[in-house]
């Protein structure tokens, strides 16, 4: 018998605007010993099925429409909430996506990890303590005696994601649920959470339901996947059997999405647009605190019509290295020539003047637009500003850049929040080219989006590059997506370049120790993705 | 330990810095409250029936009103120092040290009752409320919490006593500890705005943080939810509370005002308004200081408590 | 070609801006809207007093004295004689006045104060606001109360010594906007735009950080219209011969026990005013969706 079987699983949410359905008719099954993954892009019922499971959506608006879910023969769907409750946290315990928020600030670690064990079990205070310290042992927290009576935000994100698997097995469930526990991590640390998932789960032979949107980061660890779409189960699999040779057209989109191969080398002859040169970024977090050096002595050129990747963990200085560029962060030392003129000396007018042949296309799609403002009023901004077209003609040349980045014409007179995020991304990739810059700054453009519309975006990027003849400084976490899209890589760690290349050099042939661990982070990166 | 002991080291930090933001504070009110009371037209003594010269000119020796302003601010100061705040202008022969010292602990008793009210009825209310929202037990409380706020001290305490002291007879309407039951009707009135205002904030702080993921993390945990809420969510939702206690008891001595009035208390609330009529400048200058002192050490002290109910906001002082 | 492109994009179809968004919420508020009538009702009521009042402001008759509500005197009288809409709608003027005005004192420093500190930042920025925390601290209702002792009861003094305390919530609200705007991404496309910073503030600052401005604003009026009244039953606030609803509570309350009527009705006037304004305030959080905009 199957540790949890669901059929059937249906449930909506009741809204103002009528009935939304989020899981139609969900069937999968999970095995003693083995993970079952869950895929789907966000909206695609993954977290809803699983969170309906333990009672844990919110009645309402939410709804169990109907289906079965048996826990070792039991149906979860029936149960009153009292006999739940003995289930969750118990039986079945969960991880969760962000262990920042879901770690209670105000209560220390130890008391929150001992609570579970306290409840469930009567266990005295003492005998509960000792048990969460060899627990904290085992996932890997150092010293766990001096730290058990830490706050959460006292650890690092890693360390966080380490405590509330910690919490989750206390009591030794029979089935564990983590909700996308990496994707707020760093790669090199969601490498080590996979891993010690994986290890945890083999040791004490407990079944695992993986929720994820990334195929990738399921490729090494999940025995069954389950892609979901739309609410519906579109194909499920071993997960050989997934990679290898997948049926529906949704999940090879999937596969498809996930960035390979390296970018062919340049012919064009180099000759560098910019050159940077000791720059020096510091930040001075207050008043006598020595500054935090987030960019550090680094210099680097970047030839006309080049693609130059930015790779590096958070905290990496990547980002400020494009912001020092294009003079939205005070530089502390260094130089910066773009097309032989110095843009540190710059004020005022000249810089002005500069802006327009340097731009920059931002993370969050729902952060990087003016909420007040039309895709016209948006778009029309840059092309008055720098006098690319007199205000009679501005309408055209309004539409011409929606036709670049592909939006419809017809939604010109519509608000960023009426778009979805790839549609966003585009319209801030039209301001960005409005004014036919001849370089940009893109800054982990494609992170806030889902896989497929990542490739769409990635996809945009090229072929607007080869198009507008841009030089472009790729910054990302990604490695995969950088080894994609960039001519040549810089590697970046704690604000210093640790090694540049080529993608082919750098992967195959990484000379430091940092770069071997984050090549080996990548996820699936034995499938060869 | 080690996080431990910092945490601790980082709330004296923290109390010290306060303390210590607190001073120019202080002396800003001072300062202010000396010039202003100077400047006023009208010397203490014109309402007076006219004196001679020679008694007005003994009088002024006495209160030191023959010195030059500077000298006067700084006697002024070092008396302040030594906890003297001098003769009352009016009650000739009393203190206004023996003034406060009558009015003060009859006012403090009224708010500390008026707070008590505050805090159990509006935390209560508040609390219910945020646990069924958008349902009869949140618009109930809410409702009333709303009339609360819109029905002012000093409208809510004379209908008070229309009703239970006049018509219904069931409470004394006037006195402090004179008659059993006296001390209900003022306490109430001072509270009730001050019920209404936790409530709602109560409310708000609850319904924020019941939204958070760590309250989702403690049902993953199987507790029952009185305990997801007693153990995870109350102490989050009721931070904005105890921040809110510092300007409430400023805002509870000034409405002692109006219900010492009201009621006929005599506190120093009344004799606030009282020396404001006759002009009693050296009663109201301490009394300003001495309130504003207590008004400061109050914020001063609701910002420690909540601080301490945060471990963030504990770091964040550790680090600098 | 471009009057054809225009044409094309009048023919688009129309987005929904946040301000539409908003509007189509507080529509669905009935509460709120409800105080929004009911409220423009007393504003135009209170225009127009001088012409609708039923009697002189100043017209007594001692011989009728105190009276019940009666046909021609709908809420009765005083003791003097006067009658009590009359005057309910004569302090109803200042009431609502100081209420306006010193609010819109409080908005005028407050937003410019807050906005440059949160624009410049740095230094400038910590100076402005350790003023402003400063003056946070102070014992303001006992300033007032001194004020009034020291300059004689004046209603210019009452607008504002009043707009000068609440000008201080108004300042951190719009500094705290101001400096979470700045750090947004769509701030700094702007800048990368190469915008002046007087069209940055017009264009990016200022139309997303109305919302809470908007919000506080109309939260604001009932709290100073509070403290006029709380002046004025002290005897601290208005004077005879002008008249206030905090002045004929506190009237009121003196003969509650004989003339009942005269607490009730102005107490009515002001309570009702009250709870317009807030139920209004409430439905503009949560149309606009503001969060803490008065914490």
């Known amino acids: 018998m199957a540790l949890l079987q669901v059929e059937d699983l249906a449930v909506s949410f009741v809204t103002r605007n009528g009935i939304n359905t989020a899981v139609d008719g969900v069937s999968f099954t999970v095995e003693t010993g083995r993970i079952t993954a869950i895929i789907g892009e966000s909206g695609s019922g993954k977290s809803v099925a699983c969170y309906s499971l333990l009672g844990l959506v919110p009645r309402p608006p939410g709804r169990i429409d109907g289906g079965r879910a048996l826990f070792e023969g039991r149906d979860l769907l029936q149960m009153k909430e009292t006999a739940l409750r003995r289930i969750r946290g118990r039986d079945i315990a969960m991880i969760f996506q962000d262990p920042m928020t879901c770690l209670n600030p105000y209560m220390s670690i130890g008391r929150q990890l001992m609570e579970p064990l306290r409840y469930h079990h009567r266990v005295s205070r003492q005998a509960a303590r000792a048990r969460a310290l060899e627990l904290l042992a085992e996932v890997g927290i150092r010293d766990p005696a001096a730290t058990i009576d830490n706050f959460p935000h006292q650890f690092s994100g890693g360390m966080r994601q380490r405590v509330m698997i910690a919490m989750a097995l206390i009591n030794e469930p029979r089935l564990l649920i983590a909700?996308?526990?990496?994707?707020?991590?760093?790669?090199?640390?969601?490498?080590?959470?996979?891993?010690?998932?994986?290890?945890?789960?083999?040791?004490?032979?407990?079944?695992?339901?993986?929720?994820?949107?990334?195929?990738?980061?399921?490729?090494?660890?999940?025995?069954?996947?389950?892609?979901?779409?739309?609410?519906?189960?579109?194909?499920?699999?071993?997960?050989?059997?997934?990679?290898?040779?997948?049926?529906?057209?949704?999940?090879?989109?999937?596969?498809?999405?996930i960035p390979s191969g390296s970018k062919a080398p340049r012919t064009e002859p180099a000759e560098p647009l910019i050159r940077v040169r000791n720059l020096c970024t510091w930040f001075a977090p207050g008043r006598g605190a020595a500054p935090v050096k987030a960019v550090d002595d680094v210099s680097?050129?970047?030839?006309?019509?080049?693609?130059?990747?930015?790779?590096?963990?958070?905290?990496?200085?990547?980002?400020?290295?494009?912001?020092?560029?294009?003079?939205?962060?005070?530089?502390?030392?260094?130089?910066?020539?773009?097309?032989?003129?110095?843009?540190?000396?710059l004020r005022g007018r000249e810089l002005k003047r500069m802006r327009r042949r340097m731009q920059m296309i931002f993370q969050d799609p729902f952060a990087s637009l003016n909420p007040r403002m039309t895709v016209y009023d948006t778009l029309a901004e840059p092309l008055l500003l720098h006098g690319i077209h007199s205000r009679k003609h501005v309408a055209q040349g309004v539409l011409r850049l929606m036709d670049d980045v592909g939006l419809a014409r017809a939604f010109v007179r519509k608000y960023p929040h009426e778009f979805s995020g790839g549609q966003r991304q585009r319209i801030a990739i039209g301001r960005a080219l409005a004014t036919r810059p001849e370089f940009i700054v893109a800054d982990e453009p494609v992170s806030a989006l889902d896989v497929t519309i990542q490739a769409q975006i990635l996809e945009l990027l090229q072929a607007l590059g080869r198009?507008?003849?841009?030089?472009?400084?790729?910054?990302?976490?990604?490695?995969?997506?950088?080894?994609?899209?960039?001519?040549?890589?810089?590697?970046?760690?704690?604000?210093?370049?640790?090694?540049?290349?080529?993608?082919?050099?750098?992967?195959?042939?990484?000379?430091?120790?940092?770069?071997?661990?984050?090549l080996q982070s990548i996820p699936g990166a034995t499938r060869g993705f | 330990m080690a996080g431990r002991r910092r945490g601790r080291l980082s709330v004296w930090r923290f109390i010290t810095l306060r303390l210590l933001q607190a001073i120019?504070?202080?002396?800003?009110?001072?300062?202010?409250?000396?010039?202003?009371?100077?400047?006023?037209?009208?010397?203490?003594?014109?309402?007076?029936?006219?004196?001679?010269?020679?008694?007005?000119?003994?009088?002024?020796?006495?209160?030191?009103?023959?010195?030059?302003?500077?000298?006067?601010?700084?006697?002024?100061?070092?008396?302040?120092?030594?906890?003297?705040?001098?003769?009352?202008?009016?009650?000739?022969?009393?203190?206004v040290n023996e003034l406060i010292a009558a009015g003060f602990p009859v006012t403090a008793e009224l708010g500390l009752y008026a707070l008590l009210v505050a805090l159990v009825v509006g935390g209560g209310a508040g609390i219910i409320a945020a646990l069924k929202p958008h349902t009869a037990q949140d618009y109930l409380p809410m409702s009333a919490a709303m009339i609360g706020i819109c029905m002012p001290s000093f409208l809510l305490g004379p209908l008070l006593v229309l009703v239970f002291g006049i018509h219904l007879d069931w409470l004394?309407?006037?006195?402090?500890?004179?008659?059993?039951?006296?001390?209900?009707?003022?306490?109430?009135?001072?509270?009730?705005?001050?019920?209404?205002?936790?409530?709602?904030?109560?409310?708000?702080?609850?319904?924020?943080?019941?939204?958070?993921?760590?309250?989702?993390?403690?049902?993953?945990?199987?507790?029952?939810?009185?305990?997801?809420?007693?153990?995870?969510?109350?102490?989050?939702?009721?931070?904005?509370?105890?921040?809110?206690?510092?300007p409430a008891f400023a805002g509870l001595l000034a409405g002692s005002f109006v219900v010492e009035t009201i009621f006929q208390i005599p506190g120093l609330g009344r004799f606030y308004v009282q020396a404001a009529f006759n002009r009693d400048y050296t009663m109201i200058l301490g009394t300003t200081v001495f309130l504003s002192v207590l008004i400061v050490l109050f914020n001063l002290l609701s910002d420690i408590l909540a601080a301490w109910m945060n471990p963030r906001l504990r770091a964040q002082y550790g680090r600098h | 070609m471009s009057t054809e492109t225009l044409a094309e994009i009048a023919r688009a179809e129309r987005g929904t801006s946040l301000w539409a968004d908003a509007w189509l919420r507080l529509r669905r508020n009935k509460l709120a809207l409800i105080g929004f009538a009911v409220l423009s009702l007393f504003v135009v009521i209170a225009l127009l007093t001088p012409w609708i009042a039923p009697y002189s402001y100043q017209a007594q008759n001692l011989e009728l004295g105190a009276s019940p509500p009666s046909a021609q005197h709908w809420l009765g009288t005083d003791i003097f004689g006067r009658d009590l809409l009359t005057q309910i709608l004569y302090g109803g003027r200042i009431s609502l006045a100081v209420g306006f005005v010193a609010t819109a004192v409080a908005l005028l420093i407050g937003v410019t104060w807050g906005a440059i500190a949160g624009y410049a930042g740095g230094r400038v920025d910590a100076v402005m606001m350790r003023l402003v925390d400063i003056l946070y601290a102070l014992p303001f209702m006992i300033f007032i109360v001194l004020l009034t002792v020291v300059f004689g009861r004046n209603l210019l003094l009452l607008f504002l010594a009043i707009g000068a305390v609440e000008w201080l919530t108004m300042a951190r609200i719009m500094r705290g906007q101001i400096q979470s705007l700045r750090q947004q991404e769509f701030v700094e496309a702007a800048i990368s735009l190469g915008l002046s910073p007087a069209t940055l503030i017009r264009r990016h600052l200022v139309p997303n950080a109305l919302g809470p401005?908007?919000?506080?604003?109309?939260?604001?009026?009932?709290?100073?219209?509070?403290?006029?009244?709380?002046?004025?039953?002290?005897?601290?606030?208005?004077?005879?011969?002008?008249?206030?609803?905090?002045?004929?509570?506190?009237?009121?309350?003196?003969?509650?026990?004989?003339?009942?009527?005269?607490?009730?009705?102005?107490?009515?006037?002001?309570?009702?005013?009250?709870?317009?304004?807030?139920?209004?305030?409430?439905?503009?959080r949560d149309a606009l969706d503001v969060r803490g905009a008065r914490d």
């Not at chain 1, 976490?477 to 080894?483: E, G, I, K, S």
Request: charge should be neutral; aromatic fraction near 8%; charged fraction near 20%.
């Open chain 3, 213 to 284: 401005i908007i919000v506080y604003t109309t939260l604001t009026i009932p709290s100073v219209m509070l403290l006029e009244a709380f002046l004025s039953f002290l005897g601290l606030g208005v004077q005879p011969p002008q008249t206030s609803w905090g002045l004929l509570i506190s009237y009121g309350a003196e003969t509650m026990e004989e003339y009942p009527w005269l607490l009730v009705f102005p107490g009515l006037a002001l309570t009702l005013t009250l709870f317009c304004l807030n139920f209004l305030g409430d439905g503009l």
């Open chain 1, 300 to 345: 680097f050129d970047i030839q006309r019509g080049e693609v130059l990747g930015l790779v590096g963990e958070s905290g990496s200085g990547k980002s400020t290295i494009g912001r020092s560029i294009l003079r939205l962060v005070p530089v502390t030392s260094g130089k910066i020539d773009f097309d032989g003129i110095d843009l540190t000396a």
């Open chain 1, 467 to 518: 198009e507008y003849g841009l030089t472009m400084l790729f910054v990302s976490h990604d490695l995969a997506v950088v080894r994609h899209l960039a001519d040549r890589i810089l590697v970046l760690y704690r604000g210093e370049v640790v090694e540049r290349g080529s993608g082919d050099e750098l992967f195959e042939r990484p000379q430091q120790a940092y770069t071997r661990q984050l």
């Open chain 1, 179 to 257: 909700d996308e526990p990496t994707t707020a991590l760093d790669v090199t640390i969601q490498a080590q959470i996979l891993k010690l998932i994986a290890e945890l789960q083999r040791r004490r032979n407990i079944g695992v339901i993986f929720i994820s949107h990334d195929l990738a980061v399921v490729a090494d660890i999940a025995d069954t996947i389950v892609v979901m779409q739309r609410g519906r189960v579109v194909e499920r699999g071993e997960g050989e059997e997934i990679f290898q040779c997948a049926r529906h057209p949704y999940t090879k989109k999937l596969l498809a999405a």
């Open chain 2, 24 to 95: 120019p504070v202080i002396l800003v009110v001072i300062t202010a409250t000396f010039f202003l009371v100077r400047i006023a037209p009208g010397g203490p003594f014109d309402s007076e029936k006219p004196v001679t010269r020679e008694v007005r000119a003994a009088l002024e020796a006495q209160y030191r009103l023959d010195l030059p302003l500077h000298r006067q601010y700084l006697s002024y100061l070092g008396d302040l120092a030594r906890g003297d705040l001098g003769p009352s202008f009016k009650y000739s022969g009393r203190s």
């Open chain 2, 172 to 246: 004394p309407v006037s006195g402090w500890g004179d008659i059993s039951g006296d001390k209900v009707l003022p306490s109430i009135t001072l509270g009730a705005a001050y019920a209404a205002y936790i409530a709602r904030l109560g409310r708000a702080g609850m319904l924020e943080v019941l939204h958070q993921d760590y309250i989702r993390t403690a049902r993953a945990k199987g507790l029952p939810q009185w305990q997801v809420v007693l153990k995870h969510g109350l102490r989050g939702g009721l931070l904005p509370v105890v921040a809110f206690l510092g």
